[in-house]
């Protein structure tokens, strides 16, 4: 089998599955599908690939004569390879439960908050979430932290070692109001996971985490956590 065959093949795949995923008619051009898709049907992980998709249907252009449907050019075996592991990316994307942290780190109300800020300083973590009766009722940030130390301070005092958790946290959800956090289920893409870190920056707020679970919301059990450092891992 040829080199160009084996690109037919793979190309022929590429081609059924996002037709499949539009539920567009055997009939409608690739190009016209893959602009229904990100425009219409907002499918997040084709808009991840949308560039690489289209340059894959303008070599398929080249290499295949589209009157006579044989092949009038010979792709590079890395070409193949690309347009297979492309194949791949688009129908198995990585899920939040395959960049998550699953050995969850957190604190409760009944904490001492000296610990918690020694716990956070030692292990180099910026945030970590207050879990009550298993579910997360919100998170101690460094940005907590520092508003609490200043506003003892304003009273000319000073935070004593007994505090608790539940003495300095703020009213439900415990946290500061730029500091935000999300659920989602194991399922969720890791470009949606991404989109939800850039969507609060653009909001003036900061997504500390987001939590994964079996239902996606606060009501279940944290199973894993996303911090923004866990994003390098989308393209391993």
């Known amino acids: 089998m040829t080199r160009a065959e084996e690109y037919r093949i793979e190309f022929n795949k590429l081609e059924t599955m996002l037709k499949k995923r539009a539920n567009a008619r055997s009939e409608e051009s690739i190009s016209s599908v893959v602009s229904s898709l990100v425009n219409i049907h907002k499918d997040r992980v084709v808009r991840q690939f949308e560039r690489d998709i289209r340059q894959f249907i303008e070599l398929r252009n080249a290499i ?3 009157s006579t449907d044989r092949a009038i050019a ?3 075996e890395e070409t193949v390879t690309a347009l297979r592991q ?3 990316n688009i129908e198995q994307p990585k899920t939040a ?3 998550a942290t699953t050995e969850l780190i957190k604190v409760g109300l009944d904490d001492n908050l000296s610990e918690v800020v020694r716990q956070m300083a030692q292990m180099h973590i910026t945030s970590l979430p207050i ?3 298993k579910r997360v009722i919100g998170f101690v940030s460094e940005s907590t932290v520092v508003k609490i130390v200043d506003k003892a301070f304003e009273h000319g005092g000073a935070l004593i070692d007994e505090a608790k958790i539940k003495d300095v946290a703020y009213d439900k959800p415990y946290g500061d109001d730029s500091d935000v956090y999300a659920f989602v289920t194991r399922k969720v893409t890791v470009y949606e996971i991404e989109d939800m870190f850039n969507n609060a920056i653009k909001k003036g707020q900061r997504l500390l985490a987001v939590l994964v679970s ?3 919301d606060a009501s279940a ?3 894993g956590i996303i911090t923004a450092w866990d994003l390098h891992k989308i393209d391993k």
Do not use: F, R
Request: charge should be negative; hydrophobic fraction near 40%; charged fraction near 30%.
């Open 214 to 216: 079996d239902k996606g």
């Open 86 to 88: 492309l194949v791949v």
């Open 221 to 223: 059990t944290p199973l």
């Open 64 to 66: 295949i004569h589209q």
């Open 97 to 99: 439960w395959d960049i």
């Open 74 to 76: 010979e792709p590079y």
């Open 131 to 133: 879990v009550e009766d």
